[in-house]
């Protein structure tokens, strides 16, 4: 941020969905629930498996860390677009810019390879169950952890810091719900061509890359699948996976929309559209798409309800 002296930019005006302004009232009303369930859901799953001892394997582990992603990467967003929608003061500071930006990007790029430490764990334990313990051990699973958050670490710190080293003259109007990087780029005075082929292709390693490995471990275990002589052992295996992949579509198809696409390839309302699609659709559903498909998961919000009533009757 050492060039902001260089920009007469101090703060800049985040136009939300100012376009509309008679649905200000509702748009507000719908997102404040949306964001409430959200933290509500992912809360429940964190304390869920963060107590039951027997959810300390990597796969709902793995969700754990999942769902601190997600919670975060609605915090980063929503509060800010909450008050937009609610008051006058649509200004986000250069500053605030810079961190909204910052955590945008690590918590997407955490969760990008996450989401693939997670298709790597359910290739291993269906296609090598036996030895899936050896595989997914508790060294391999950190490594798996860490490794995801520390390439969202230097994707945020790389990507941001070059963004707002660029001048910005003005205008400050960011017709976005957030300060994204797509953009805040439109508003710089700067030639940034060099830029644009970084981002291109680190969002090809961030997002098609890990998309690809997610796609070639799931031919695996459709085929491993296919091969079980036991028509329940096919269903819980299918169950298990259709989860993860429900949240990678939703994940991955919005946010290669949004970043791989050309300039001109949608309209700002539509691309508004497809952000609130990974950044507020995605944290919402995950605890849907995990718990009510899982039973394991069910039957430890179940015991964690009835020590809640044992203690409220006591």
């Known amino acids: 941020m050492k060039k902001q002296n260089q ?62 992603v997600e919670v975060s990467f609605s915090a980063v967003i929503m509060p800010k677009m909450l008050v937009v929608l609610s008051t006058e003061k649509t200004t986000i500071s250069f500053a605030g810019c810079f961190a909204q930006m910052y955590f945008i990007l690590l918590f997407g790029g955490t969760e990008c390879f996450l989401l693939g430490a997670m298709a790597y764990d359910r290739f291993a334990a269906i296609c090598h169950p036996l030895s899936y313990s050896m595989i997914m051990r508790k060294s391999v699973f950190m490594k798996l952890v860490l490794f995801s958050w520390a390439l969202g670490f230097m994707l945020a710190t790389v990507q941001t810091t070059w963004v707002f080293n660029f001048p910005f003259c003005g205008p400050n109007r960011i017709n976005h719900i957030s300060c994204e990087t797509p953009a805040v780029l439109e508003l710089a005075c700067a030639d940034i061509f060099l830029f644009e082929i970084y981002a291109f292709t680190g969002t090809i390693l961030i997002i098609v890359f890990p998309f690809l490995l997610i796609i070639l471990s799931y031919i695996r275990v459709l085929f491993a699948i296919l091969k079980m002589p036991s028509t329940t052992g096919r269903q819980k295996a299918f169950s298990t996976c259709a989860s993860h992949i429900t949240s990678v579509t939703l994940f991955y198809g919005t946010a290669s929309m949004t970043y791989l696409q050309p300039k001109s390839g949608y309209s700002p309302e539509t691309k508004k559209l497809m952000s609130l699609a990974y950044s507020l659709l995605t944290p919402l559903l995950n605890p849907l798409i995990y718990s009510l498909r899982n039973s394991e998961m069910k039957r430890a919000l179940m015991k964690l309800w009835r020590r809640i009533m044992v203690l409220h009757t006591v």
Do not use: R, W
């Open 7 to 68: 920009s007469s930019v101090a703060e800049f005006v985040l136009l939300g969905f100012s376009n509309f302004p008679e649905l200000q009232e509702q748009l507000f009303g719908v997102f404040l629930v949306i964001y409430l369930v959200t933290l509500i859901g992912n809360a429940i799953i964190i304390v869920i498996i963060s107590l039951d001892q027997s959810l300390h394997i990597p796969m709902y582990l793995f969700l754990l860390n999942l769902s601190v």
